[in-house]
């Protein structure tokens, strides 16, 4: 890894860990459970625990969303990639499962197959963050398992995501 | 076996016919609930006259009901009503063709069903030009068992048809489809094929998780279909006869989709992404050996094949937007084919490779477009839309099947080629996507 991304990632973990542990968080755009409780600050030693995964406003937060057949990452979700990225790091054994989904326009096997880009862009955005390859897996539903059934905007808007399943703490 | 309950009524411009029923033993499936929408002027005026039963138990099918049907579904016939049929020959020389043309009858089927004894009957019929009085089919069919009589009609409603049009009928076939019932984690996946009129369903493969794509092998012996029972897409090819089954592409990472067979079905067309990307290969199924075809950054699948296998369709979204492209079998240079429409994806290739059925999506509406590769790559849209997919060709293609969204439920469509007349097959509970027509059968 040569300097200046070591130096962009420190950045980055820094913004990720300050937001983190901000009073204030401000309501996802089209989050459908805005954090509810105030964020904890890590313990003592800065790492994040597993208990965190309850209680931590930002590790809460386990659904990214995406714009219509589109796969980059909002500006809005960078705070939420950069507190997973760092318990990914503070927690080499733990594993994530990125779920990508899609709403229901366009056929299903092509939405196999944004799903799974929407999944590699998380992946690749925690990885930036600090996030190790080892740790991350990425699995495509496309259009198979939505959260939301109604032929509108705002429910494809929910459908139009990924999840952030951990399967280790 | 409950018999299906049955209602029809009819008038020349709408038919309606709706069958509700459930099939009872392990492998039978949820019945669909059909519908036929719209009608067709220039369709050929025939009257098939109920068929004359001589002696034996009263039979579970009513032969002529089925004929009938078939025809109305294929757009080309406007099949007289029961309830208009006043006078009921059993053979040739007891037709008054004076009643016929006075109904404006061009062409007329009688025939008669004999009892052959063990449970098997044999059916005679004969088709007759109304107009000319003259004798077009007068055959005998083999014997066969009682509960095989829908086969039977079909086969029927299938030479009457190529005598009329000139094109083999294909009636005498059947179609796959997936079905979802339930909700959430309570979801119930099935693989069901069931005759090409939706009868007789029966359940090839049931999963937890779901099911997509089935593909039927050239001879109809099989199905390929994906399957994320193992918490990831896998694609297994399935003998629908002994239910024994093969993975044939399940690689850890990334997705194993789209199966699509070649036309001598030594092959398969699949789109995985374990290299990274989703990328188009060609599966020999004897080595196992696979074949990249693609090699670039953007979305490739759906594959299918141009019926003299030197060709493959598939969806791309290299150009931004998902289009249909054509790439040769073997790998090199794939060309855009689609330029109509803000996108396309998912094409069908008719039997003669002329005309390429494809989604094309404008705005939130998705319909299904055919493109008359003879006629300039003319595109024609078949369905009103919003959420149309999945279109297949019937192996004559006189016919289209393909799959709908109505409010909450998956609805499959049976769509003249020329748009004119639609059947809506609707599951009573749960949805019903993914329609793929099988080929011929065999006797």
């Known amino acids: 890894m040569n300097k200046t991304v070591r130096v962009a990632l420190v950045a980055l973990l820094c913004i990720g860990a300050a937001a983190c542990s901000k009073k204030e968080v401000k309501p996802q755009p089209t989050a459908p459970e805005p954090a509810a409780q105030a964020p904890q600050a890590p313990v003592s030693n800065g790492k994040y625990t597993p208990a965190d995964l309850d209680t931590d406003a930002c590790l809460r937060q386990r659904v990214v969303y995406f714009d219509f057949d589109k796969s980059e990452i909002k500006p809005e979700f960078q705070k939420i990639i950069a507190c997973h990225a760092k318990y990914l790091q503070d927690r080499p054994t733990s594993h994530i499962r990125l779920e990508g989904n899609t709403d229901e326009r366009g056929t299903r096997e092509y939405n196999l197959g944004l799903g799974e880009r929407r999944g590699k862009a998380v992946s690749s955005a925690l990885q930036a963050a600090g996030g190790s390859a080892s740790q991350l897996d990425v699995v495509s539903y496309g259009k198979e398992k939505p959260v939301c059934r109604e032929h509108n905007e705002d429910c494809w808007s929910k459908n139009r995501r990924v999840e952030i399943v951990y399967t280790a703490q | ?443």
């Open chain 2, 1 to 443: 076996m409950i018999k299906p309950m049955r209602k029809f009524s009819s008038n020349l411009a709408v038919i309606v016919l709706l069958l509700a029923g459930w099939f009872a033993g392990p492998a039978a499936a949820q019945s669909l609930n059909v519908d036929i929408v719209g009608g067709v002027k220039t369709a050929t005026p025939i009257v098939v006259v109920p068929f004359a039963q001589q002696g034996g138990t009263p039979l579970p099918t009513d032969i002529a009901d089925v004929i009938r049907n078939d025809f109305n579904r294929s757009g080309k016939f406007r099949s007289l009503a029961r309830s208009d049929i006043v006078e009921f020959p059993a053979q040739g020389s007891d037709i008054k063709f004076a009643t016929w043309r006075l109904l404006k009858q061009d062409y007329i089927v009688v025939g008669r069903i004999k009892d052959s004894g063990n449970g098997m009957v044999q059916v005679e019929y004969e088709l007759w030009d109304v107009n000319k009085q003259q004798s077009l089919l007068h055959q005998e069919m083999p014997p066969a068992p009682v509960g095989d009589l829908r086969n039977v009609a079909h086969q029927i409603a299938d030479i009457i048809y190529q005598k009329i049009t000139g094109v083999r009928g294909a009636f005498w076939t059947r179609i796959a489809y997936i079905t979802s019932v339930g909700l959430g984690n309570h979801t119930t996946y099935s693989l069901v094929v069931a005759d090409s009129d939706g009868y007789n369903p029966q359940v090839v493969a049931r999963s937890r998780e779901s099911l997509l794509t089935p593909r039927w092998s050239p001879d109809g012996k099989k199905i390929a279909y994906v399957s994320f029972e193992s918490g990831n897409s896998a694609i297994y090819v399935q003998d629908i006869t002994t239910g024994s089954r093969q993975l044939v592409e399940a690689h850890a990472k990334g997705i194993n989709g789209s199966p699509a067979w070649s036309p001598d079905g030594t092959k398969l067309a699949v789109a995985l992404s374990y290299v990274g990307n989703l990328e188009l290969y060609v599966l020999d199924l004897a080595t196992h050996k696979e074949t990249r075809l693609t090699h670039n950054l953007a979305i490739d699948t759906e594959p299918v094949w141009a019926p003299d296998g030197n060709s493959i369709y598939f969806t791309s979204d290299r150009s931004g937007q998902a289009q249909i492209y054509q790439i040769p079998a073997t790998g090199g240079e794939a060309q855009r084919i689609s330029f109509q429409g803000q996108t396309n994806l998912e094409a069908a290739v008719s039997y003669d490779g002329k005309q390429i059925a494809m989604v094309q999506g404008n705005g939130n509406v998705y319909r299904i477009a055919v493109m008359d590769r003879s006629l300039g790559d003319q595109v024609r849209f078949l369905s009103p839309g919003p959420l149309d997919e999945s279109p297949s060709f019937a192996p004559n293609a006189s016919m289209l099947l393909y799959a709908a969204t109505e409010g909450a439920h998956g609805v499959l469509y049976a769509v003249s080629a020329d748009g004119m007349v639609r059947q809506r097959l609707v599951l009573s509970d749960g949805d019903v996507r993914e329609p793929s027509w099988g080929p011929y059968r065999q006797q």
